[in-house]
Nanobody, 120 residues
Framework: QVQLVESGGGLVQPGGSLRLSCAAS????????MGWYRQAPGKQRELVAT???????NYADSVKGRFTISRDNAKNTVYLQMNSLKPEDTAVYYC??????????????WGQGTQVTVSS
């Protein structure tokens, strides 16, 4: 059984900062990559940032220069530091992991999501 648990969401003013965390737990053999996606009301889920186990990163154009993704491989945890937040960043943020779990053919896992609201 593998679970992803997000934390750190909340309400912040435009220009403010927020740091999201996501910890993967369970019968994990290895993690190939982890990332963050977001979904605003009425919109499709979109990629925000991803990071591989060796540190390669990928960002959506809309967050480049403002968001930073990082990870702690020993803790199976990924972080998203969000600076200079804009109202357009308001969404539910979901953690994703591409991993190899024991006794499972599933490789793609999702967290339950955490709400980020940017408003004055």
């Amino acid at each position: 059984q593998v679970q992803l648990v997000e934390s750190g969401g909340g309400l912040v003013q435009p220009g403010g900062s927020l740091r999201l965390s996501c910890a993967a737990s369970g019968s994990i053999f290895s993690i190939r990559a982890m990332g963050w996606y977001r979904q605003a009301p009425g919109k499709q889920r979109e990629l925000v940032a991803t990071i591989t186990s060796v540190g390669s990163t990928n960002y959506a154009d809309s967050v480049k220069g403002r968001f930073t993704i990082s990870r702690d491989n020993a803790k199976n945890t990924v972080y998203l530091q969000m600076n200079s937040l804009k109202p357009e960043d308001t969404a539910v943020y979901y953690c994703n992991a591409d991993l190899h779990a024991y006794r499972s053919g599933q490789s793609d896992y999702w967290g339950q999501g955490t709400q980020v609201t940017v408003s004055s």
